[in-house]
Nanobody, 121 residues
Framework: VQLQASGGGLVQAGGSLRLSCTAS????????MGWFRQAPGKEREFVAAISRSGGSIIYADSVRDRFTISRDNAKNTVFLQMNTLEPEGTAVYFC???????????????WGQGTQVTVSS
């Protein structure tokens, strides 16, 4: 599966952005999907994951209650709605696909190219 992320940009603290990640192929619904982010000089970290049907979701503690992950299997797309953004959220955001559900980066075998999110204070 090939993944294409979009929707990043520059936003002021407290603002919102919606990221999208569209997958190629006809097997999108067989993958668990996740979002990760990598800030300058830091390791890539887990943000959110969603099960194949969307019925199960996991969030990192740092984004719970502010970010929402969702998916539309008919459109081969997973979304990340980010509200109340903080400067600490400045990072490149990556979508990823896995055949096993979880939060560990090593589970995800397919990655998009990343989209830059910059939150100004």
């Amino acid at each position: 599966v090939q993944l294409q992320a979009s929707g990043g940009g520059l936003v002021q603290a407290g603002g919102s952005l919606r990221l999208s990640c569209t997958a190629s192929g006809r097997t999108f619904s067989t993958y668990y999907m996740g979002w990760f982010r990598q800030a300058p000089g830091k390791e890539r970290e887990f943000v959110a994951a969603i099960s194949r049907s969307g019925g199960s979701i996991i969030y990192a503690d740092s984004v719970r209650d502010r970010f929402t992950i969702s998916r539309d299997n008919a459109k081969n797309t997973v979304f990340l709605q980010m509200n109340t953004l903080e400067p600490e959220g400045t990072a490149v955001y990556f979508c990823a696909a896995a055949l096993t559900y979880g939060i560990h980066r090593s589970l995800y075998g397919y990655w998009g190219q990343g989209t830059q999110v910059t939150v100004s204070s």
